[in-house]
């Protein structure tokens, strides 16, 4: 079974602090990505990485950063928390040949107060 | 970009009835359009897909239509259960990304 974990269920930070949210996946998945689900709004992407060091911007970067240093483990970054980032977040990993068939964590719900 | 448009956004049904959720897409380009299903507490997980060289595909209770032409694809689920019970969310890809629709809370009665 694919598993894709995230460091946090449940998260919260003060505006202005810096965050990570860790993503690992433990099935050689070559492709991860980071999403925000909001009510109404669906699953928007924020970045997406096809290897290692690589990233590209989705729909919604502004605000995020991504690292990707090791295969099985992409990170989030929020460099200065707002509070328009109060949101679930979900990781997902898909293997190269299958991009489209994505895998998702369980995800961490993050609210900034 | 891609817009991915998710109708209803919620659908209560009685157990054993059939459900129907509808996606259209703006993208001609798109050619593989997957469901996935949110249980209450996990992230969403693939149910079904279908890819633009075909017009139907089914597994078990659940089918998926899709009609290129008019830019619509559809989730058929029969004979609901209340384990159905779940956000079911369309998408379409759109260059090396998903889009995703905007979720359809489905409520099984017993």
């Known amino acids: 079974d694919v598993k894709v974990t995230q460091s946090s269920r449940y998260l919260v930070k003060r505006t202005g602090e810096k965050v990570f949210l860790e993503c690992v996946q433990d099935?050689?998945?070559?492709?991860m990505f980071w999403y925000r689900q909001d009510p109404g709004l669906g699953l928007r992407l924020i970045y997406f990485?096809?290897?290692?060091?690589?990233?590209e911007k989705g729909d919604i970067p502004e605000g995020y950063s991504v690292s990707r240093e090791k295969k099985e483990r992409f990170s989030l970054i929020l460099e200065s928390a707002s509070t328009n980032q109060t949101s679930m977040y979900l990781c997902?990993?898909?293997?190269?040949?299958?991009?489209?068939?994505?895998?998702f964590g369980p995800g961490t719900r993050l609210t900034v107060t | 970009g891609e817009n991915v448009e998710q109708h209803p956004s919620t659908l209560s049904v009685q157990e054993g009835d059939s459900a129907v959720i509808k996606c259209t897409y703006s993208d001609s380009a798109s050619n593989y359009f997957p469901w996935y299903k949110q249980e209450l507490g996990k992230g969403p997980q693939l149910i079904i897909d279908i890819r633009s060289n075909v017009g139907e595909k089914k597994d078990q209770r659940i089918a998926v239509t899709l009609n290129k032409t008019a830019k619509h694809f559809s989730l058929h689920i029969t004979e609901t259960q209340p384990e159905d019970s779940a956000v079911y969310f369309c998408a379409a890809n759109f260059g090396r990304a998903l889009t995703f629709g905007s979720g359809t809370r489905l409520q099984v009665q017993p």
């Open positions: 990485s096809y290897d290692v060091k690589m990233k």
């Open positions: 099935m050689d998945h070559e492709n």
């Open positions: 997902a990993s898909s293997l190269e040949g299958a991009l489209y068939e994505q895998y």
